[in-house]
Structure formats: C-alpha cells, structure tokens
C-alpha cells in the first residue's frame, strides 16, 4: 500500500481490532524486528486484538520485507519526512485506537497495554513520560535532558497550557477519531508537538504514564537534528501562539511609547533638546506597538478562518465590536487631529504680527511630534481595517 498524500484510507478499517501500534520508519532493519516482536507478543499475552503498521518513508535497507517477515503491515509513505509517514500510518489504522512510536528499539512496546486502558476510560490522548519512567545512561544527551526537552515542555505549558511534562516523547496513544480532528499539517519533527498543542487547543482530555527511555539499538547517528528539529519546534510554537510572538511586545512597546510621551509633553515648553529625542522615540515604540497587536490581530484571524484553531468565542465578539466602520470611524478622528496639529504648528511657528522671534529648529519641531504620531497612526488603523475585513471574509 502507497500513500503519496496525506489523506485518510479507509482501505483497511477493520471493526475487530482494538488498537493500531504505528511505527514510522527509515532504514531500521538493525531494530525493527525487535520492536515488532515485542509489540505482537503483548497482544497475545494480554488478550489484544491489534495490528502493526510500519510506516516506511523509503527505506533502502531491506525494512519493508523484514517488517512483513515478521506479521506487520507495511504502509509506503512518499512524502519524506517524520510528519508524512506518522500521518500515513494513521491514515492507514484500522482500529480506533492508535499508539505510536519509534522503531529504534527505545521505547518499550510491552507498556502499550497502559497507554490502552487510559484511551479506554475515555481520553484522547495519552502521552508517555520519560521523566517519570526512567531515562537510562545514554538513552538521551544531556542537551535534550536538561536543557532542549525541559525548555521546550515549559514553553508549551506557558504558551499553550500544554497538561504535559514530556512534549517529545515518542510513545503515545490517541483516538484516531481526535488526531483526525486536529488536521495536523506539519510534516517533520514538529509533527507530535503540534499534535500535543492542537489537541489541548481543542480541550481534549489529555493525561500521562511514565515510560522508560533506552539507548536506541541502531549503529548508525539518529534522524533527530538538535538545533535544526529544536528550532523548528520552537518557530512553530511562535507561530501558533501570536499573543507571545506579536501581542504582548506589542502592548509593551505602546506602553513605553506613551510614557514616554508624557513624560516629554509634560515637561515645560522651553525644555532641552533630549525631551525632543524623547518624543521621537516614543513614536517609534508607539507605532511599531501598535503595529505589533495589529500582527497579533491578523494572525489570530487567519488561523480562525483557515482552521488551523479551534473557534474561539472572544474573538467573535470582538468581531461584533470591532468592525470596519469602527476602524474608518476612528483612523478618521485621528487623522483629523494629526491633520489640525500639524496645521496649528505650521501656523503658530512664525506667526506674522505676533511680535516674536521664530520658534528654533528644536522648538519648532517638538510641537508637531505628536500630530505626526496622530496622522500615521490612523492611517495604520485604516489600512488594518480594511486588511482586516479581507482576513474576515472566510469566517461564516
């Protein structure tokens, strides 16, 4: 069987099997055997009925022959990558439930029937952690025990509220039904870290069981890439959650450019140059704020409308509030300040028959500081509502 895309077949449902072990694999015949071995001798000794997938991603060291040699399945995955042959193997799953895992020989597949009674009691998803089972000597480097895998794991329970303690482990179980739900779309490494986000982005029910972690049996370096898979976890976590990358820099920018605004306004006219350099500054950090949670904004609605997140109630309320007249209506108002200010500085700088001297280079400009800020930033918050209303179309 070739899956050359990502969608699901139902070639092979089979309303008699309890669970689908789906193993991703790229020129494993070093560990393969014994990881089905141990898979299909856990079925027999407790009862069961399951079936072995190896998902190959094109193998050239004899696995696929190997792999049906010993009772599995092969599923033959075009696509390359981690994500692709994880996803055409659970395409390919005939029972309900699915645990995957690594076909490396690290994780123990005599733990699945632990990772099977959870997805009994109802769960969606059932994560393996490696922390509480155990991580033998050289199972892992100590770059990802102490510092990638901690680092990360914190981030997704502080950007996403992730009810994890081990985002990459390896070894889990879900619902076909769930993970079919969740629409994943990366295809490499990042694949089970967005299935762990999407999944409590959607509120599933998502708990954990210690699992023991050992050295791999392979002779050969892993397909993992430190730095290169480790970035783009965490690009991917950015991109996913606007709020860190775009909203609340950008709240904090606008927070510094207003005081820092009235901390130059409030000074006495006749004040030094520095409060001049002030004022420019603070409209540079108040636009590029502003500009930021606009970002934030834009983002958020396009995962909304593309579906790459589950509807979220807060923003369709402020969609009720924040239309696009709203934006016209108040990108005019400040326009037509900024246009005023600009207007009575340009005035009052050398005023005929006031009986003063012209206004110098550094007083003269201070004034209209703040009505440039006016005029640009409604101009951004017309522009934005009109890109705005764009994004918007694709929302029912």
Known sequence: MTLDTREASVEHEDSSLDLTVVMPCLNEAETLETCIRKTLETFARHGIRGEVIIADNGSTDGSQALAERCGARVVHVAAKGYGNALAGGIAAAGAPYVIMGDSDDSYDFRDCPKFLEKLREGHDLVMGNRFRGGILPGAMPPLHQYFGNPGLTWLSRLFFRCPVGDLYCGLRGFRKASVEKLDLRTTGMEYA????????????????????????????????????????????????????????????????????FAIGLLRPSDSSEADTRLLLLAVMSGLLGFQSIVFAVFSKTFSLTTGLIPPDPRMERLFKVITLETGIFVAALLMVLGIAGMTYSAWTWNAPGSGTPPLGPIKGVRPLIPSIFSLVLGFQVLTSSFFMSVLGLGRR
Do not use: C, N, Q
Request: no cysteine.
């Open 193 to 260: 870290t967005e299935m762990v986000i999407k999944a409590t982005l959607y509120k599933m029910s998502i708990v954990e069981v210690p699992t023991v972690l050992s050295p791999d049996g392979r002779s050969r370096p892993p397909h993992l890439r430190s730095w290169r898979d480790g970035w783009r976890t965490l690009r991917f976590m950015l991109l996913y959650s606007p709020r860190w990358l775009f909203l609340y820099p950008g709240f904090l920018l606008m927070l510094i450019g207003f005081a820092m």
